[in-house]
């Protein structure tokens, strides 16, 4: 499905974006499902929906969400609850693209939705993925779906080109904290890249290119993002998902395997962390936390 160039373009920037894969009408049927999640939420006042793997959360609450103001800020493993979601991620042109970059074996690890409604506080810090979830090899693929149009002004992802190639921690004083060194936070600012793009464009990103993004700061734009993640069918977890899906390790291309591949080299490891999600190791509230807004 990509080009030799393309490719080529995405071992050197650690990233490759793909304007317009997913259709007008797959996407309406993608928002209506998450519509119908952002409604139930209004009945809530704190994080819901404790029928995953590991007790967490599905449903994470922006602090200040209420029913008249829903902020619900991520859904984890949309795939376990929705066949529309599952068609998208299983079949089709996303795992063929990671196939053509990882494959011919890939299997599918989570996936989950991001929402920053307009105003809303919800950022996320630079961070690589793979850290969150060592695995005996590093072969592995983001995919950001666009679900909007995104731009600076509703908060897009910006990401460090090149940054695949490099290695930070993500712990600080012994503790996993979910984000690299905040002192380097400038720094990548100004290397970053901003995910500037339409509905349905889609990104693949490698899993160690370091990525965030600010608040959405608009008035009157959501900037919804489906993000899910693939492995190479020989990478096996170093220790368990720190988002379980059901469908964890379902192949979605090429063959299954029990033969691990090892990478040499060293690589962090973690505890089990209690958040719901990520937002909660990078210091963000979630509703019923405390008192107060999400500093900007």
């Excluded at 859904?75 to 970059?101: H, R, W």
């Excluded at 958040?275 to 509703?287: E, I, P, V």
Aim: aromatic share 10%; charged share 25%.
């Amino acid at each position: 499905m990509l080009s030799e160039t393309q490719i080529s373009e995405f071992k050197r920037q650690g990233y490759l974006m793909l304007p317009e894969l997913v259709s007008e009408a797959v996407r309406g049927d993608l928002l209506s499902q998450l519509q119908e999640w952002v409604e139930e939420s209004r009945q809530q006042d704190a994080n819901y929906g404790f029928d995953t793997p590991n007790g967490k959360a599905r449903f994470d609450l922006e602090q200040g969400h209420t029913a008249a103001n829903p902020r619900l800020r991520r859904v984890a493993n949309p795939t376990d609850i929705s066949e529309i979601y599952q068609k998208l991620l299983f079949e089709g042109d996303l795992p063929e693209a990671v196939s053509d970059l990882i494959g011919p074996n890939v299997f599918f690890h989570h996936c989950k939705l991001n929402n920053k409604f307009p105003g809303a506080g919800t950022r996320v810090e630079y961070h690589a993925d793979h850290p969150f979830d060592p695995h005996t090899n590093d072969d592995g693929i983001t995919v950001l779906l666009f679900l909007d149009d995104m731009d600076e002004g509703n908060g897009c992802a910006r990401l460090v080109p090149g940054s695949h190639r490099e290695r930070y921690t993500h712990f600080h004083d012994g503790k996993f904290i979910g984000s690299t060194d905040p002192a380097l936070f400038d720094q990548f600012d100004g290397r970053a890249d901003s995910l500037v793009g339409r509905a349905g464009d889609v990104c693949l990103m490698d899993i160690w290119t370091l990525h965030g993004g600010g608040p959405n700061q608009s008035q009157d734009r959501d900037r919804r993002m489906l993000i899910a993640d693939y492995r190479a069918a020989d990478a096996f977890a170093i220790m368990p998902p720190a988002v379980p899906s059901r469908f964890y390790r379902r192949i979605v291309a090429g063959e299954p395997t029990h033969v691990a591949r090892l990478r040499e080299g060293t690589m962090e490891t973690l505890e089990p962390y209690p958040d719901d999600s990520f937002f909660g190791l990078q210091g963000q509230q979630a509703a019923g936390e405390g008192a107060g807004e999400v500093a900007q």
